[in-house]
């Protein structure tokens, strides 16, 4: 099991939109654990799940790209930019 840290989701148009917030703190250990965490979290709001899934991601800047999300250990105080699909880019 891995450790887990205080990380920031910070949320962007639609995500920002199906959350209902622009950016909140969780405990996780991977981007896995803090979607997951963030997905529960919001489990009455069963758009934010859908949006989760066509998002891309930055953590602290850097993209995750295709990486396994399970893969990607997260350190305390990780910002992860939650990025929608944008229309026109």
Known sequence: ???????????????????????EQLSAGTL??????ARARHAERPSFAQVLGRCSYLIDGDPVGARDHASIRLDEGARIEVLPPFAGG
Do not use: C, F, P
């Open 1 to 23: 099991m891995s450790r887990s840290v205080i990380v920031t989701l910070r949320y962007w148009a639609a995500a920002k939109e199906a959350a209902g917030l622009a950016e």
């Open 32 to 37: 896995a654990d803090a979607l997951n965490a």
